[in-house]
């Protein structure tokens, strides 16, 4: 129940595609979400009678956090949304299968968000619920997806240690399979907990690049097909279709978090830049503002999405990632390094802007942006 | 990648339903599992990487373990399969919301589970992917599974950490939700393990009762509606609707097995008897014999089932539970006190059988039924 919240409606002119027009509808899903959560909050008590205790800084965060003694487990299931729809439908039209990256997307989900405490990912668990026993007939499509989902874990080091895979007619549609991703690590040594406890005025904020748009904000990308003539197969630069660009698999930054421990790098705080885009800066209750200087270049896909769902800056960095797919915060004297080692490890990065002190906002300067925290409520 | 194998075809006799007649077609899942669980085998060398290393007889057990230096850390990821189609459809004939016993069902699946390696569960994430935002707004409904939720999760005393709510339209049917929990848990101490290093000739098999089909067996009880004029309103004995039978949730048994630890009854080895019914007591790869002299007592819904699909004992009690959930492999010495702490926590057990050197096959003698080691191929 980590993932919530109401997107910004979008601006009213003309042609403007929203989330709520895309299919999907937030204010029918929270008051299931305000009670699940009350109710996993008071199951927490049962840790203690064992011996052990929640993280509560952890409750609302991207991942569950529990003190069992000498170090802490951290653990979550994430799903990959709706992306496999646009892997079909490339498929159906190229002839090839997509399903390596569509794995990678599966476990970024789930790896990059149980990062963002500190924790180390240990095991991935597959889940793959098709809707019915034919989909794994496809021997490329099934082997695509086997190999994808190895090479993943072969990137982050962690161990698939199994998974389900259901056969699920009547539930999941046929020829669809949902795909899901639980994770499991631990945070060791404790200090390397990231919860936000020293995030603080005077922090440099690092974005790490996105590959285009990772596996959120796919409902909005699919939706807009139907106004391109040539779909899927519109060419949004020279030689790179509508369809390739978005199924760029999710970048695994794993291995940056855990080169920067290994390189003496203790992160304040980070966020995984999801659905609710650039908000997610403003993840932290703690009233803080948030200054960003440098914007990222912004992928093809992304710039070719916001043009043609006429999305105003502020709707399009408010809602994708806009070529960050992940923020750190670390001291200011360390935020350099903080870039190095990432890039060392294969993945842009930028010293983006700075923590301040004042009421919680993010500005986004050279666009002008300006977002509140009443624009992001997760919890 | 833990579950797999193909049930025995049922007999040929007119009126008989089968496995593959109600849809479930395994020859088509398993050359992807078997290259799944090389590829996820390959990935066990990361763990050694990080000063971990994981615990190879795992590796086709029910949970995936690993060593992480004061204790085991183990997890899995379970789907609760095809038993919402039920639940939606006698919420449809008698507006009562069923969901309740769902969520139960869902955490049985991966407790359950989680529990034969040794583990205490810790923590439990929901995965709820349902096939529109519509799903959530049928509050009664929405309510049972989170009430559902939290009680099973106090039953098993774990935390309910959080987890996923995705609205899938266009991959999960719409009106309908795609269920399942990931569980993570310790073996601790590590003496705890239950992998079957102590399974030897001279043990005693105790059956622990289940409360009805459980969540295996569903497609073959669903397709068995269509047979009955009155459909889940037959009554199969008197005041007892088909399908408020089916919808008994799944017993949890995690109270026992940690009982049983608070004893200081060590388990050598544990079986969650869930598809191939009985079978799964051969599911340890040890050649050694299981003979069972006391057959519990068949809950009215399975013998109902049994009856009308024309099923054998030998595929009754190839399939489904028949009313043992779950089997523990304890010293003899030790059975009648499993039975007691067993029974102490509200379950039904009974001494059943006793394992003994020779081929691997397991003897039902009461029923004169005879399985091979060749009848459960679940690696």
């Given amino acids: 129940m980590s993932q919530a919240a109401h997107p910004p409606e979008a601006p009213d002119h003309s042609g403007a595609l929203s989330y709520e027009q895309a299919g999907v509808q ?26 052990h205790a929640e993280i509560e800084g952890s409750r609302g965060e991207s991942a569950y956090v529990v003190d069992v003694g000498p170090f ?18 490339m498929q159906r039209l190229t002839r090839k299968p997509y399903f390596a990256g569509i794995a990678q ?5 789930a790896v990059n968000d149980l990062i963002t405490v ?7 668990q597959a889940y793959w619920a098709a809707g019915g026993s034919a989909w794994f007939a496809d021997q490329a499509r099934a082997q695509s ?33 949902d795909l899901a991703a639980a994770c499991t690590g631990i945070v060791n040594p404790k200090a390397r907990l990231s919860l936000g406890d020293d995030l603080a005025a005077g922090d440099a904020i690092v974005l790490l690049g996105s590959s285009g748009i990772h ?17 899927y197969l519109t060419e949004i630069e020279p030689g790179l279709l509508y369809g390739d660009a978005l199924l760029a698999p999710t970048v695994l930054y794993s291995p940056v978090t855990e080169a920067l421990w290994a390189a003496g790098v203790p992160v304040h705080y980070a966020a995984n830049i999801t659905g609710h885009g650039w908000r997610k800066l403003l993840r932290h209750p703690k009233a803080l503002s948030y200054r960003v200087h440098t914007v990222p270049p912004v992928p093809a896909v992304l710039r070719f999405i916001q043009q043609q769902a006429k999305m105003s800056d502020e709707d399009a960095y ?56 009443a624009d992001l409520q997760l919890r």
Same sequence: chains 1, 2.
């Fill in 318 to 373: 408010g809602t994708l990632n806009m070529g960050a797919g992940f923020a750190l915060f670390v001291a200011a004297d360390l935020a350099q390094k903080t870039v190095d080692v990432a890039k060392a490890c294969g993945v842009p990065a930028w010293v983006a802007g700075e923590v301040s002190a004042g009421a919680k906002a993010l500005h986004i300067e050279p666009l002008g942006l300006h977002f509140s925290g």
């Fill in 215 to 231: 596996a959120n904000g796919l409902s909005l990308a699919r939706k807009l097909v139907e106004r391109l003539p040539q779909g």
């Fill in 145 to 177: 997806l086997v190999q994808g989902w190895k090479d993943a874990c072969d990137v982050c080091r962690v161990a698939w240690g199994g998974g389900e895979t259901p056969a699920l007619a009547g539930i999941v549609e046929e020829g669809r399979i």
């Fill in 118 to 124: 500190g924790a180390t990912p240990l095991v991935v």
């Fill in 72 to 89: 802490h487990v951290a653990s979550i299931v994430e799903c990959l949304g709706t992306k496999t729809l646009v892997a079909d439908e």
């Fill in 105 to 109: 997307d599966t476990i970024a989900m």
């Fill in 26 to 51: 937030y204010d029918l899903i929270d008051p299931l979400k305000v009670a699940a959560q009350r109710a996993a909050a008071s199951t927490a008590r049962h840790l203690v009678a064992k011996g």
